[in-house]
């Protein structure tokens, strides 16, 4: 599982980038003429579209095991029905219902950083 975030890519090709241009001795505007940029600016698309969002959602370690039960169902009202039938009316409920927009994220994008201790659990893709 890849655990970088888009800032950290974007972060990384910059410095990539930074020392391209110095090696060749180009500065401002002429950096682009003298190098081939492409094959870097390729890598790093696929790297940023591949990564992670910065601004994940952050939910108790239960809930995301109540997200991880229910992976496969079609839609949000089946993940909240089995999250509803599955755990007892508890704690962890109570928190999906006071949360519900950190929870359907959770759940839309497959990914989010655990409160607790701050570790990412990403949804693996159904085989």
Known sequence: M????????FE?????WDDLVHS????????????????ILI??????????????????KVVGEILQSAQGQTDLLGMLDTA??????SEPLAWI?????????????????VEEPGEF???EDEK
Do not use: M, S
């Open 12 to 16: 990384k090709a910059l410095r990539e």
């Open 43 to 60: 890598k790093y698309k696929k790297d940023y579209d591949a990564a992670i969002p910065d601004d994940l959602p952050v939910i108790p």
């Open 24 to 39: 060749c001795g180009l500065q401002g505007e002429e950096a682009h003429g003298g190098c081939e940029f492409d094959p």
């Open 84 to 89: 509803r039938n599955g755990h007892k009316a």
């Open 97 to 113: 219902i006071a949360n519900q927009n950190t929870f359907a994220t959770a759940w839309v994008l497959g990914v989010w950083r």
């Open 121 to 123: 659990v990403k949804l």
């Open 2 to 9: 890849n655990y970088e975030t888009k800032r950290d890519v």
